[in-house]
């Protein structure tokens, strides 16, 4: 079965600092995972998602996330963090040898982001 | 939150009562899916549909149904079997043409509430 975990449920960050928003895996097979981002009572927007080839992907809002598959994580980063960049981050899995559950994701539990003025 | 919407955004429910959450998307995707949100426990999958007038149920389906007969919508019912039905409602929509790389795109979701 696959799996998603972000062992922080908060991370405090001085605004123009970088910041990082951590997340590991596990899955069968090679992963296919997403970050995604939701303000409060609002619905999530898509990030970023690695399927395959370089490990670093970038995504929208200067955002970028490394996959790592020794220590199966993958990463969230952004090199300089804005106050808007407060929100409630989702890594994401799908393992596609998951058999009749390959469609779905899986989401962690998230991570409260608050960057501080 | 794209071409899908969602409605109400607040809706609640007695006791006892059914009630069915709208979800509408104009991205001519494939997919649909409902997901139910509740604080500290991310997401958990409902029901999803790969294709009209099929659907499969997720992990938490007890209490829930849905129907998919126009490729445009996906129509969650609450029913009242589902013991604890307050929480955050999501539903979302993506294309099947990458395989298992599609994106999922989110609606603003429909906040339920049991009076």
């Known amino acids: 079965a696959q799996s998603v975990a972000q062992p922080e449920d908060q991370v405090n960050v001085a605004e123009g600092n970088p910041l990082t928003v951590k997340c590991t895996y596990s899955v069968s097979g090679n992963p296919y995972l997403f970050w995604y981002v939701q303000y409060p009572n609002r619905g999530l927007q898509f990030l970023l998602k690695?399927?395959?080839?370089?490990?670093l992907v970038k995504g929208s809002y200067g955002f970028e996330a490394e996959f790592n598959k020794s220590q199966t994580s993958f990463h969230l980063k952004k090199p300089s963090a804005l106050v808007s960049d407060s929100a409630l981050y989702f890594c994401a899995v799908r393992d596609p040898l998951g058999g009749a559950g390959s469609y779905q994701l899986t989401f962690g539990k998230g991570t409260k982001l608050s960057v501080i003025p | 939150d794209g071409g899908i919407t969602q409605s109400p955004k607040y809706l609640f429910r007695k006791e006892g009562q059914n009630v069915t959450l709208s979800c509408e998307q104009n991205l001519n995707h494939d997919a649909m899916y409902w997901y139910r949100q509740d604080p500290g426990q991310g997401l958990r999958l409902i029901y999803y549909s790969q294709i009209v007038n099929d659907f499969q149920k997720g992990d938490i389906a007890e209490g829930y149904s849905v129907s998919r007969e126009k490729k445009e919508s996906f129509p969650l019912t609450v029913t009242s079997a589902q013991k604890n039905p307050t929480a955050f409602y999501l539903c979302?929509?993506?294309?099947?043409?990458?395989?298992?790389?599609?994106?999922?795109?989110f609606g603003p979701g429909t906040r339920l509430t049991v009076l």
């Open positions: 690695y399927i395959t080839g370089d490990n």
């Open positions: 979302a929509s993506s294309p099947v043409w990458e395989g298992m790389g599609d994106t999922q795109y």
